[in-house]
């Protein structure tokens, strides 16, 4: 026999490690060619890697759960050829079937709705994973989903079972026996998993027969008594989903290993406030304008098949104020001791994901109207959903938006992201008495839509002038969004 060894695949942006999450082989499976063994979140991105070869599973080399370091085996794999195991030499850790032959997963669109005081359904930012200049970050052999994929029975014949509970509705039964793989995303997955639920056993209502999170949020919740989460009309996402297991109840205390997304959101939040010299401004504004725009949008044919709200103007107007003052997109260079000018606009916009905070980009915003926006945050937001967001999607940043106004928030003094000169807070717009002049002079007091933009800045290369211009371009754009047909 030849025994061939799957070393975890370099991801690619600096990554060094990955979580293992779920095994979907055991000892004794036989597999193929591309077949999805494993599911493992890295510090960027949840992702199903494909074996580079086939045979039957002869060890797996880490357990659910455990942390891997890239390069390192994680399975042994007898392709069932002659010869003395000393010429089955490992496999390199690149090793991947060609790109043409493994397809990128396309994100289910998801519903979203109105931002701001309208509800807008995009918390602390959005992620996308293919934008609408038909950039798609797939990496080869590395994150692919293939549905077709069994999982296949564990050793013994055997699924694990979900532990026992007194009031367990019919709906979820615990494992037993072989079966099919349950159509799920991995974000689904392990809320199930989290949450003690046998995919199997649920109803899915998803097209094609795949299991929602409102489905699995529903069986928890028929089987626990509570009601089930509001997860349609809100980004939050369960403590059991975010953090990886449920609080146990009566604990006083509760250990959160710090790892994934968490890890790495910590280390660089850590050096951007301890390498720039932050500077927040605020600027409360009238966007009654601006909410005025987004009914009309919404009414245009052009606009009928997409999401339309406040952060899509905010957006746009971001992007129109970059030319007006180039400066606040730029990056400090420590190395050459320069500042980098950045002549396009990769527009970030901050994203509370099941996994996490993460910080995907829409490249070259600047260069599309205001439909391909539209499409690229709704691209954005489902892919953020889908827990698919690449790590191609996170790099590369100029300037970013936190949308703190979705948890009914006024505003912040938000941390720039590393790399960038200038983050956004937009606060929550609501209806406030306002002081209005007339053309005439006279004022009178009016209800208003009324937000407030803060504005964080690194003030090695953005001073005060140029951070209070930017600031107050963006404010008069949103309060007037036609200005951006004179300065764009």
């Given at each position: 026999?030849?025994?061939?060894?799957?070393?975890?695949?370099?991801?690619?942006?600096?990554?060094?490690?990955?979580?293992?999450?779920?095994?979907?082989?055991?000892?004794?499976?036989?597999?193929?060619?591309?077949?999805?063994?494993?599911?493992?979140?890295?510090?960027?991105?949840l992702v199903e890697l494909p074996v580079p070869f086939a045979g039957t599973v002869a060890s797996l080399h880490a357990a659910e759960g455990d942390t891997v370091?890239?390069?390192?085996?994680?399975?042994?794999?007898?392709?069932?050829?002659?010869?003395?195991?000393?010429?089955?030499?490992?496999?390199?850790?690149?090793?991947?079937?060609?790109?043409?032959?493994?397809?990128?997963?396309?994100?289910?669109?998801?519903?979203?709705?109105?931002?701001?005081?309208?509800?807008?359904?995009?918390?602390?930012?959005?992620?996308?994973?293919?934008?609408?200049?038909?950039?798609?970050?797939?990496?080869?052999?590395?994150?692919?989903?293939?549905?077709?994929?069994?999982?296949?029975?564990?050793?013994?014949?055997?699924?694990?079972?979900?532990?026992?509970?007194?009031?367990?509705?019919?709906?979820?039964?615990?494992?037993?026996?072989?079966?099919?793989?349950?159509?799920?995303?991995?974000?689904?997955?392990?809320?199930?998993?989290?949450?003690?639920?046998?995919?199997?056993?649920?109803?899915?209502?998803?097209?094609?027969?795949?299991?929602?999170?409102?489905?699995?949020?529903?069986?928890?919740?028929?089987?626990?008594?509570?009601?089930?989460?509001?997860?349609?009309?809100?980004?939050?996402?369960?403590?059991?989903?975010?953090?990886?297991?449920?609080?146990?109840?009566?604990?006083?205390?509760?250990?959160?290993?710090?790892?994934?997304?968490?890890?790495?959101?910590?280390?660089?939040?850590?050096?951007?406030?301890?390498?720039?010299?932050?500077?927040?401004?605020?600027?409360?504004?009238?966007?009654?304008?601006?909410?005025?725009?987004?009914?009309?949008?919404?009414?245009?044919?052009?606009?009928?098949?997409?999401?339309?709200?406040?952060?899509?103007?905010?957006?746009?107007?971001?992007?129109?104020?970059?030319?007006?003052?180039?400066?606040?997109?730029?990056?400090?260079?420590?190395?050459?001791?320069?500042?980098?000018?950045?002549?396009?606009?990769?527009?970030?916009?901050?994203?509370?994901?099941?996994?996490?905070?993460?910080?995907?980009?829409?490249?070259?915003?600047?260069?599309?109207?205001?439909?391909?926006?539209?499409?690229?945050?709704?691209?954005?937001?489902?892919?953020?959903?889908?827990?698919?967001?690449?790590?191609?999607?996170?790099?590369?940043?100029?300037?970013?938006?936190?949308?703190?106004?979705?948890?009914?928030?006024?505003?912040?003094?938000?941390?720039?992201?590393?790399?960038?000169?200038?983050?956004?807070?937009?606060?929550?717009?609501?209806?406030?008495?306002?002081?209005?002049?007339?053309?005439?002079?006279?004022?009178?007091?009016?209800?208003?839509?009324?937000?407030?933009?803060?504005?964080?800045?690194?003030?090695?290369?953005?001073?005060?002038?140029?951070?209070?211009?930017?600031?107050?371009?963006?404010?008069?754009?949103?309060?007037?969004?036609?200005?951006?047909?004179?300065?764009?």
């Open positions: 026999m030849a025994l061939r060894e799957f070393k975890l695949p370099d991801p690619g942006e600096g990554l060094t490690e990955a979580d293992l999450v779920t095994w979907h082989v055991a000892v004794g499976d036989t597999v193929k060619v591309n077949d999805i063994v494993v599911e493992v979140e890295t510090a960027k991105s370091d890239v390069g390192s085996v994680i399975i042994t794999v007898d392709d069932g050829v002659g010869g003395s195991s000393d010429a089955a030499a490992p496999a390199p850790a690149a090793a991947a079937p060609p790109a043409a032959a493994v397809p990128p997963a396309t994100p289910a669109a998801a519903p979203a709705s109105d931002g701001g005081a309208a509800g807008e359904e995009i918390a602390e930012g959005l992620i996308g994973g293919t934008t609408s200049t038909g950039r798609t970050a797939v990496l080869v052999g590395y994150g692919v989903k293939q549905t077709e994929a069994k999982r296949r029975p564990r050793a013994g014949g055997a699924s694990p079972t979900v532990p026992e509970s007194t009031n367990r509705s019919p709906e979820v039964q615990p494992l037993s026996g072989e079966r099919t793989r349950t159509l799920a995303k991995p974000p689904v997955r392990k809320l199930a998993k989290d949450l003690g639920l046998d995919l199997a056993a649920i109803t899915p209502t998803g097209e094609g027969g795949i299991v929602t999170r409102a489905d699995v949020e529903a069986a928890a919740a028929s089987a626990t008594g509570a009601p089930a989460s509001a997860q349609e009309s809100s980004d939050a996402v369960p403590a059991a989903s975010r953090w990886g297991h449920p609080t146990a109840s009566g604990d006083r205390e509760e250990r959160i290993p710090v790892k994934g997304v968490r890890k790495m959101t910590a280390q660089a939040m850590v050096a951007s406030a301890f390498t720039a010299p932050h500077v927040t401004e605020w600027v409360t504004v009238d966007v009654t304008g601006t909410m005025e725009l987004v009914e009309r949008l919404k009414a245009d044919r052009e606009f009928r098949d997409v999401k339309v709200t406040p952060l899509l103007v905010l957006a746009k107007a971001m992007c129109v104020a970059v030319r007006r003052n180039p400066g606040i997109n730029a990056s400090w260079d420590e190395a050459a001791q320069e500042i980098v000018v950045k002549h396009y606009v990769n527009l970030g916009i901050a994203a509370a994901t099941p996994r996490g905070l993460l910080v995907p980009n829409i490249k070259d915003a600047d260069a599309m109207t205001m439909r391909e926006l539209a499409d690229a945050i709704g691209t954005l937001t489902a892919t953020a959903r889908e827990g698919r967001t690449q790590p191609a999607d996170m790099s590369g940043g100029t300037i970013t938006i936190t949308n703190v106004g979705v948890f009914g928030i006024d505003a912040g003094t938000p941390i720039l992201n590393p790399g960038e000169s200038a983050i956004l807070a937009f606060g929550t717009v609501s209806r406030r008495p306002w002081v209005v002049t007339a053309a005439d002079g006279s004022e009178s007091i009016e209800p208003r839509w009324v937000t407030t933009l803060a504005l964080s800045f690194d003030h090695r290369l953005v001073d005060g002038e140029l951070g209070s211009r930017y600031l107050a371009d963006v404010a008069a754009l949103l309060g007037d969004p036609g200005r951006a047909l004179v300065w764009g």
